[in-house]
Protein backbone atom coordinates (compact mmCIF):
# COMPACT_ATOMS: atom_id res chain seq x y z
CA UNK A 1 0.00 0.00 0.00
CA UNK A 2 0.76 3.35 -1.03
CA UNK A 3 0.90 6.36 1.13
CA UNK A 4 -1.35 8.33 -1.41
CA UNK A 5 -4.06 5.97 -0.23
CA UNK A 6 -4.47 7.65 3.28
CA UNK A 7 -5.90 11.36 1.32
CA UNK A 8 -8.32 12.02 3.26
CA UNK A 9 -8.62 9.62 6.19
CA UNK A 10 -8.00 10.32 9.57
CA UNK A 11 -6.06 9.14 11.69
CA UNK A 12 -7.06 6.27 14.35
CA UNK A 13 -3.44 6.48 16.45
CA UNK A 14 -0.57 8.68 16.65
CA UNK A 15 1.87 8.40 14.08
CA UNK A 16 5.28 8.17 16.02
CA UNK A 17 9.29 8.21 14.55
CA UNK A 18 10.95 7.34 16.95
CA UNK A 19 9.56 8.92 20.06
CA UNK A 20 8.63 12.25 17.80
CA UNK A 21 4.91 12.48 17.16
CA UNK A 22 5.02 13.15 13.08
CA UNK A 23 1.29 12.94 13.03
CA UNK A 24 -1.70 12.72 16.29
CA UNK A 25 -4.52 10.44 16.48
CA UNK A 26 -7.58 12.46 14.54
CA UNK A 27 -6.11 14.17 12.13
CA UNK A 28 -7.12 13.95 8.41
CA UNK A 29 -4.60 13.84 6.16
CA UNK A 30 -3.72 16.18 3.67
CA UNK A 31 -0.45 16.17 0.99
CA UNK A 32 1.95 17.83 3.27
CA UNK A 33 1.19 15.13 5.79
CA UNK A 34 2.01 12.49 3.50
CA UNK A 35 5.15 14.30 2.45
CA UNK A 36 6.52 14.11 5.60
CA UNK A 37 5.42 11.02 6.45
CA UNK A 38 7.46 9.71 3.17
CA UNK A 39 10.35 11.83 4.45
CA UNK A 40 10.60 10.14 7.62
CA UNK A 41 10.05 6.96 5.40
CA UNK A 42 7.15 5.93 7.57
CA UNK A 43 6.43 2.34 6.73
CA UNK A 44 2.02 2.26 5.51
CA UNK A 45 1.70 -0.92 6.93
CA UNK A 46 2.61 0.72 10.61
CA UNK A 47 -0.60 3.33 10.04
CA UNK A 48 -3.98 2.26 11.44
CA UNK A 49 -6.95 5.20 10.03
CA UNK A 50 -10.04 5.46 11.27
CA UNK A 51 -12.82 3.29 9.92
CA UNK A 52 -16.49 4.26 9.44
CA UNK A 53 -17.75 2.62 12.68
CA UNK A 54 -14.63 4.63 14.43
CA UNK A 55 -16.17 7.87 13.74
CA UNK A 56 -17.78 10.02 16.35
CA UNK A 57 -20.43 12.63 15.20
CA UNK A 58 -19.78 15.93 17.01
CA UNK A 59 -23.50 16.42 17.48
CA UNK A 60 -23.61 12.50 19.19
CA UNK A 61 -21.18 13.80 22.07
CA UNK A 62 -23.23 16.89 22.19
CA UNK A 63 -26.39 15.27 22.82
CA UNK A 64 -25.29 12.83 25.54
CA UNK A 65 -23.45 16.21 27.29
CA UNK A 66 -27.17 17.91 27.45
CA UNK A 67 -28.24 14.91 28.45
CA UNK A 68 -25.33 14.37 31.23
CA UNK A 69 -25.68 18.18 32.05
CA UNK A 70 -30.06 17.58 32.53
CA UNK A 71 -29.30 14.47 34.87
CA UNK A 72 -26.59 16.89 36.64
CA UNK A 73 -28.44 19.47 37.19
CA UNK A 74 -31.85 17.42 38.65
CA UNK A 75 -29.39 15.67 41.08
CA UNK A 76 -28.05 18.54 42.22
CA UNK A 77 -31.59 19.98 42.54
CA UNK A 78 -32.45 16.87 44.57
CA UNK A 79 -29.62 17.51 46.81
CA UNK A 80 -30.24 20.80 47.65
CA UNK A 81 -33.89 20.02 48.60
CA UNK A 82 -33.50 16.71 50.88
CA UNK A 83 -29.57 17.59 51.65
CA UNK A 84 -28.42 13.87 50.75
CA UNK A 85 -27.81 12.51 47.02
CA UNK A 86 -27.50 8.56 46.25
CA UNK A 87 -24.05 7.59 44.69
CA UNK A 88 -25.20 4.75 42.57
CA UNK A 89 -27.47 6.77 40.47
CA UNK A 90 -24.09 8.85 39.30
CA UNK A 91 -22.18 5.69 39.31
CA UNK A 92 -24.44 3.90 37.02
CA UNK A 93 -26.04 6.77 35.03
CA UNK A 94 -23.61 9.68 34.72
CA UNK A 95 -19.87 7.86 34.83
CA UNK A 96 -21.14 6.21 31.67
CA UNK A 97 -21.98 8.83 30.00
CA UNK A 98 -18.69 10.70 30.84
CA UNK A 99 -16.99 7.29 29.49
CA UNK A 100 -18.80 8.30 26.33
CA UNK A 101 -17.60 11.79 25.49
CA UNK A 102 -14.02 11.17 26.84
CA UNK A 103 -13.16 8.16 24.28
CA UNK A 104 -13.71 11.07 21.46
CA UNK A 105 -10.17 11.17 19.61
CA UNK A 106 -10.35 14.75 18.43
CA UNK A 107 -9.05 16.48 21.48
CA UNK A 108 -10.14 19.71 20.43
CA UNK A 109 -13.79 19.09 19.24
CA UNK A 110 -13.84 17.29 22.96
CA UNK A 111 -13.14 20.22 24.69
CA UNK A 112 -15.34 22.55 22.35
CA UNK A 113 -18.08 19.80 23.52
CA UNK A 114 -17.37 20.02 26.97
CA UNK A 115 -16.60 24.24 27.24
CA UNK A 116 -19.31 25.56 29.34
CA UNK A 117 -21.35 28.34 27.38
CA UNK A 118 -24.06 29.48 29.12
CA UNK A 119 -25.16 26.88 31.97
CA UNK A 120 -22.08 27.29 34.15
CA UNK A 121 -22.20 25.48 37.33
CA UNK A 122 -23.73 22.06 35.49
CA UNK A 123 -21.96 22.29 32.81
CA UNK A 124 -18.48 22.49 34.66
CA UNK A 125 -19.24 19.47 36.70
CA UNK A 126 -19.50 17.22 33.85
CA UNK A 127 -16.20 19.40 31.49
CA UNK A 128 -14.45 18.77 34.63
CA UNK A 129 -15.29 14.74 34.88
CA UNK A 130 -14.40 14.33 31.40
CA UNK A 131 -11.05 16.36 31.53
CA UNK A 132 -10.11 14.25 34.82
CA UNK A 133 -11.05 10.93 33.14
CA UNK A 134 -9.09 11.90 30.51
CA UNK A 135 -5.72 12.80 32.95
CA UNK A 136 -5.88 9.54 34.54
CA UNK A 137 -5.74 7.64 31.73
CA UNK A 138 -3.00 9.42 30.68
CA UNK A 139 -1.10 9.05 34.06
CA UNK A 140 -1.95 4.93 33.45
CA UNK A 141 -4.02 4.71 36.37
CA UNK A 142 -6.28 1.52 35.99
CA UNK A 143 -10.10 1.26 34.58
CA UNK A 144 -11.32 0.94 38.42
CA UNK A 145 -9.55 3.58 39.49
CA UNK A 146 -10.24 5.73 36.25
CA UNK A 147 -13.84 5.24 36.84
CA UNK A 148 -13.88 6.59 40.64
CA UNK A 149 -11.71 9.77 39.31
CA UNK A 150 -14.92 10.23 36.76
CA UNK A 151 -17.90 9.94 39.85
CA UNK A 152 -15.34 12.28 42.26
CA UNK A 153 -15.19 14.62 39.39
CA UNK A 154 -18.53 15.17 38.52
CA UNK A 155 -19.12 15.74 42.28
CA UNK A 156 -16.53 18.40 42.91
CA UNK A 157 -18.62 21.22 43.37
CA UNK A 158 -22.11 19.50 45.14
CA UNK A 159 -21.04 21.66 48.11
CA UNK A 160 -22.27 24.42 46.03
CA UNK A 161 -26.13 23.73 46.25
CA UNK A 162 -25.71 25.42 49.74
CA UNK A 163 -24.54 28.31 48.25
CA UNK A 164 -27.05 31.38 47.16
CA UNK A 165 -27.43 32.25 43.26
CA UNK A 166 -27.22 35.49 44.30
CA UNK A 167 -22.87 34.48 44.57
CA UNK A 168 -22.89 32.06 42.27
CA UNK A 169 -24.54 33.64 39.68
CA UNK A 170 -23.20 37.15 40.35
CA UNK A 171 -21.94 38.92 37.25
CA UNK A 172 -19.03 40.67 38.90
CA UNK A 173 -16.45 40.49 41.45
CA UNK A 174 -17.21 39.21 44.46
CA UNK A 175 -16.98 41.27 48.26
CA UNK A 176 -14.62 39.80 50.63
CA UNK A 177 -17.79 37.89 52.44
CA UNK A 178 -19.11 36.61 49.39
CA UNK A 179 -16.26 35.21 48.54
CA UNK A 180 -15.45 33.73 51.43
CA UNK A 181 -19.19 32.03 51.73
CA UNK A 182 -17.89 30.67 48.29
CA UNK A 183 -15.05 28.77 49.38
CA UNK A 184 -17.44 26.51 51.80
CA UNK A 185 -18.70 24.90 48.46
CA UNK A 186 -15.54 22.88 49.70
CA UNK A 187 -16.56 21.85 53.10
CA UNK A 188 -20.34 21.84 52.25
CA UNK A 189 -19.66 19.55 49.22
CA UNK A 190 -17.69 17.12 51.65
CA UNK A 191 -20.04 17.24 54.66
CA UNK A 192 -22.81 16.34 52.10
CA UNK A 193 -20.54 13.07 50.48
CA UNK A 194 -19.27 12.21 53.95
CA UNK A 195 -22.93 11.52 54.99
CA UNK A 196 -23.57 8.99 52.41
CA UNK A 197 -22.52 5.19 53.44
CA UNK A 198 -22.57 4.19 50.20
CA UNK A 199 -19.74 6.72 48.63
CA UNK A 200 -15.76 6.00 48.84
CA UNK A 201 -14.40 8.58 51.32
CA UNK A 202 -11.67 9.67 48.12
CA UNK A 203 -14.85 10.74 46.47
CA UNK A 204 -15.68 12.97 49.29
CA UNK A 205 -11.82 14.08 49.63
CA UNK A 206 -12.01 15.75 46.32
CA UNK A 207 -14.93 18.06 47.06
CA UNK A 208 -13.02 19.09 49.90
CA UNK A 209 -9.42 19.76 48.05
CA UNK A 210 -9.64 20.65 44.56
CA UNK A 211 -8.90 23.76 45.67
CA UNK A 212 -5.98 23.57 47.48
CA UNK A 213 -2.20 24.49 46.33
CA UNK A 214 1.23 23.54 46.85
CA UNK A 215 2.32 27.10 47.82
CA UNK A 216 -0.71 26.67 50.54
CA UNK A 217 -2.76 29.09 49.52
CA UNK A 218 -5.56 27.56 48.51
CA UNK A 219 -8.33 26.54 50.58
CA UNK A 220 -10.18 25.70 52.98
CA UNK A 221 -7.35 24.08 55.26
CA UNK A 222 -4.25 25.42 53.14
CA UNK A 223 -2.38 21.95 52.79
CA UNK A 224 0.35 21.25 50.45
CA UNK A 225 0.18 18.31 47.75
CA UNK A 226 1.89 15.82 50.00
CA UNK A 227 -1.43 15.71 52.46
CA UNK A 228 -4.01 15.71 49.07
CA UNK A 229 -5.42 12.54 47.55
CA UNK A 230 -4.25 11.76 44.30
CA UNK A 231 -7.66 12.21 42.91
CA UNK A 232 -7.92 15.64 43.91
CA UNK A 233 -4.63 17.01 42.53
CA UNK A 234 -6.03 15.43 39.03
CA UNK A 235 -9.64 17.64 39.57
CA UNK A 236 -7.57 20.71 40.89
CA UNK A 237 -6.19 20.54 36.98
CA UNK A 238 -8.91 19.49 35.33
CA UNK A 239 -11.03 22.29 37.32
CA UNK A 240 -8.75 25.14 36.35
CA UNK A 241 -8.29 24.43 32.92
CA UNK A 242 -12.22 23.94 32.42
CA UNK A 243 -12.79 27.13 33.98
CA UNK A 244 -10.25 29.26 32.29
CA UNK A 245 -11.63 28.10 28.74
CA UNK A 246 -14.93 28.57 29.73
CA UNK A 247 -17.60 31.75 29.51
CA UNK A 248 -18.54 32.59 32.95
CA UNK A 249 -20.52 35.67 35.09
CA UNK A 250 -17.53 37.99 35.11
CA UNK A 251 -14.96 36.86 32.33
CA UNK A 252 -14.69 35.68 28.71
CA UNK A 253 -13.07 32.48 27.88
CA UNK A 254 -8.99 32.99 28.53
CA UNK A 255 -7.05 32.58 25.31
CA UNK A 256 -5.68 29.20 24.52
CA UNK A 257 -1.81 29.86 24.81
CA UNK A 258 -2.35 32.40 28.02
CA UNK A 259 -4.06 29.22 29.78
CA UNK A 260 -1.45 27.05 28.37
CA UNK A 261 1.46 29.98 30.07
CA UNK A 262 -0.31 30.85 33.41
CA UNK A 263 -0.72 27.02 34.28
CA UNK A 264 3.14 26.35 33.54
CA UNK A 265 3.93 29.47 35.78
CA UNK A 266 2.00 28.91 38.61
CA UNK A 267 -0.67 31.89 38.12
CA UNK A 268 -3.54 29.33 39.56
CA UNK A 269 -1.50 28.75 42.27
CA UNK A 270 1.10 25.39 42.77
CA UNK A 271 -0.76 22.36 41.46
CA UNK A 272 0.78 19.56 41.27
CA UNK A 273 3.41 19.59 38.58
CA UNK A 274 3.61 16.03 37.05
CA UNK A 275 0.25 16.05 36.24
CA UNK A 276 -0.04 19.58 34.81
CA UNK A 277 2.99 18.62 32.37
CA UNK A 278 1.33 15.27 31.28
CA UNK A 279 -1.96 16.91 30.86
CA UNK A 280 -0.24 20.07 28.82
CA UNK A 281 1.84 17.36 26.95
CA UNK A 282 -1.03 15.94 25.75
CA UNK A 283 -3.18 19.00 24.73
CA UNK A 284 -0.05 20.05 22.78
CA UNK A 285 0.72 17.57 20.51
CA UNK A 286 -2.42 17.10 19.31
CA UNK A 287 -2.33 20.85 17.79
CA UNK A 288 0.00 19.43 15.23
CA UNK A 289 -2.24 19.54 12.18
CA UNK A 290 -4.90 21.47 13.56
CA UNK A 291 -6.23 24.41 12.59
CA UNK A 292 -5.44 27.98 13.94
CA UNK A 293 -6.28 31.35 14.91
CA UNK A 294 -3.84 34.22 15.54
CA UNK A 295 -3.25 36.60 18.09
CA UNK A 296 -3.27 39.10 15.01
CA UNK A 297 -6.41 37.87 13.42
CA UNK A 298 -5.41 35.53 10.87
CA UNK A 299 -5.89 31.86 10.24
CA UNK A 300 -3.39 29.27 9.96
CA UNK A 301 -2.09 25.27 10.16
CA UNK A 302 0.38 23.85 12.36
CA UNK A 303 2.82 22.32 11.07
CA UNK A 304 5.75 21.82 13.18
CA UNK A 305 6.11 21.34 16.92
CA UNK A 306 9.40 21.63 18.56
CA UNK A 307 9.65 19.79 21.70
CA UNK A 308 11.59 22.74 23.51
CA UNK A 309 9.45 25.37 22.46
CA UNK A 310 5.97 23.50 21.75
CA UNK A 311 3.65 26.53 22.38
CA UNK A 312 5.79 28.62 18.98
CA UNK A 313 5.54 26.36 16.82
CA UNK A 314 5.61 26.90 12.93
CA UNK A 315 1.98 27.68 11.02
CA UNK A 316 1.21 27.63 7.64
CA UNK A 317 -0.75 30.80 6.62
CA UNK A 318 -2.08 31.09 3.27
CA UNK A 319 1.39 30.04 1.00
CA UNK A 320 3.85 30.70 3.15
CA UNK A 321 5.15 30.27 7.00
CA UNK A 322 5.00 31.88 10.06
CA UNK A 323 7.61 30.57 12.85
CA UNK A 324 6.40 31.73 16.37
CA UNK A 325 9.61 31.15 17.48
CA UNK A 326 11.01 34.63 15.78
CA UNK A 327 7.29 36.07 15.76
CA UNK A 328 7.23 36.91 19.57
CA UNK A 329 4.54 38.46 19.43
CA UNK A 330 2.06 36.49 18.13
CA UNK A 331 0.14 33.38 19.89
CA UNK A 332 -2.16 30.88 19.12
CA UNK A 333 -5.86 32.27 20.59
CA UNK A 334 -7.90 29.74 19.27
CA UNK A 335 -8.13 26.57 17.95
CA UNK A 336 -10.48 25.83 15.10
CA UNK A 337 -13.16 23.15 15.32
Known amino acids: ?103 NKDMFQLFHTVKAKDEYTHQHNIGVSVLSTLIGRWLGWSDDEVALLSLAASLHDVGKVRIQDEILLKPGRLTAEEYAEMKLHTVYGYEILKA ?22 GYPRGIRNSEMDEMSKVVAVADIFHAMSSRRPYHEP ?49 VYLDPQEDMHPLVRVDDGFINLKLERHLHIDEIII
Open 254 to 302: MPFYKIVAEMRNGAFGELDPYIVSVFLEQIIRHLLGRRVKLSDGRWGEV
Open 1 to 103: MRLAAFLGKKTKHDIVHNGLVLVPAGIVLEYTHLDLLDNYRVDPEDIRMMEETDVQPPQADAAVMTEAVRFTREMFDRVREVGQLDPEEFEHTLVPMIMQISE
Open 196 to 217: SKKINPRVALVALQHHERDDRR
